[in-house]
Antibody, heavy 118, light 108 residues
Framework: EVQLVESGGGLVQPGGSLRLSCAAS????????MNWVRQAPGKGPEWVSY????????YYADSVKGRFTISRDNAKNSLYLQMNSLRAEDTAVYYC???????????WGRGTPVTVSS | SYVLTQPPSVSVAPGQTARITCGGS??????VHWYQQKPGQAPVLVVY???DRPSGIPERFSGAKSGNTASLTISRVEAGDEADYYC???????????FGGGTKLTVL
């Protein structure tokens, strides 16, 4: 059974940093690209970042480029999101999601909440 | 940046058919995916590659495309289908995943 479990969320002050993790199991992690998607309260999902399974290809949404860094450790079946210079508008539930080849996100974790507030 | 346009809300009586649309430029040439999201839960993929269903998704859920509009059709709507529905594509130009604004399906 495919499982994705996010962790690392919490309350942080504006300008602060957080590192999110996503532990994957039930599939060959290195064979799949992965994404981070966030959802602000009362809003729809917003894509944050993509990382290829093994080729090092990375993409970011314009809203986080230069502040967030996606990475993965295939030996540990883990996905990460380093978030720096956090802003109030980064407040959201952050999900990791597995990518299929046609760009659909077929499995999602339950999410980890991030609140940026003083 | 690429924009997907969905109606904010659709209402349907139980047993009837609901159709949710998703408009986008040249959407006919890219794969469209659909997600169902219930309150407090993560989105669930219900249709991928325009019209394919993941295992476990009822046949009542179907997808199609015509011109610059994709659609998700839910036949024989049940109370449990009440949720937010989002369309999604991969935009090759911007190299971004793009979601539509979402449609709230209300079962009357």
């Amino acid at each position: 059974e495919v499982q994705l479990v996010e962790s690392g969320g919490g309350l942080v002050q504006p300008g602060g940093s957080l590192r999110l993790s996503c532990a994957a199991s039930g599939f060959t992690f290195s064979s799949h690209s992965m994404n981070w998607v966030r959802q602000a309260p009362g809003k729809g999902p917003e894509w944050v970042s993509y990382i290829h399974g093994s080729l090092g290809v990375i993409y970011y949404a314009d809203s986080v480029k230069g502040r967030f860094t996606i990475s993965r450790d295939n030996a540990k079946n883990s996905l990460y999101l380093q978030m720096n210079s956090l802003r109030a508008e980064d407040t959201a539930v952050y999900y990791c999601a597995r990518d299929q080849r046609s760009g659909n996100l077929d499995y999602w974790g339950r999410g980890t909440p991030v609140t940026v507030s003083s | 940046s690429y924009v997907l346009t969905q109606p904010p809300s659709v209402s349907v009586a139980p047993g009837q058919t609901a159709r949710i649309t998703c408009g986008g430029s040249n959407i006919g040439s890219i794969s469209v995916h659909w997600y169902q999201q219930k309150p407090g839960q993560a989105p669930v993929l219900v249709v991928y590659d325009d019209s394919d269903r993941p295992s476990g998704i009822p046949e009542r859920f179907s997808g199609a495309k015509s011109g610059n509009t994709a659609s998700l059709t839910i036949s024989r709507v049940e109370a449990g289908d009440e949720a937010d529905y989002y369309c999604q594509v991969w935009d090759n130009t911007s190299e971004h995943v793009v979601f539509g604004g979402g449609t709230k399906l209300t079962v009357l």
